[in-house]
């Protein structure tokens, strides 16, 4: 099992940048098969906006944040990173942390079926 705790969210005004950290309290990162990134604002449901695949470090990204958001896995610091860049306000949400993806599954990257593990989340706030 990976613990997972988010970090570095906050308030920012439009145009801005933020970067979020999670951090496995127990278990290694690195031995996750894959770490992604969600969001959930109010009324909707949770969103994928990045993955990342552990072994060969493929990405993905929901189109909505394509060119201004990263992903990036850091072993020696055992944390899954997001930089957030250019934010606009309709990426105000809570945002979580996941990892190991069900192997079972077979639909889409950007779904939480696709995740075992989950943080607490950590709310982002970009006022226009």
């Known amino acids: 099992q990976v613990q997972l705790a988010e970090s570095g969210g906050g308030s920012v005004q439009a145009g801005g940048s933020l970067r979020l950290s999670c951090a496995a309290i127990?278990?290694?990162?690195?031995?996750?098969?894959?770490l992604g990134w969600f969001r959930q604002a109010p009324g909707k449901e949770r969103e994928g906006v990045a993955m990342?695949?552990?072994?060969?470090?493929?990405?993905y990204y929901a189109d909505s944040v394509k060119g201004r958001f990263t992903i990036f896995q850091d072993n020696a610091k055992n944390t899954v990173d997001l930089e957030m860049r250019d934010l606009k306000a309709d990426d105000t949400a809570m945002y979580y942390c996941?990892?190991?993806?069900?192997?079972?599954?077979?639909?889409?990257?950007?779904?939480?079926?696709?995740?075992?593990?989950w943080g607490q989340g950590i709310l982002v706030t970009v006022s226009s």
């Open positions: 996941a990892a190991e993806c069900v192997l079972s599954y077979g639909g889409p990257w950007s779904s939480p079926k696709q995740f075992e593990y």
């Open positions: 990342i695949y552990t072994g060969g470090g493929n990405t």
């Open positions: 127990s278990g290694y990162i690195s031995r996750r098969n894959c």
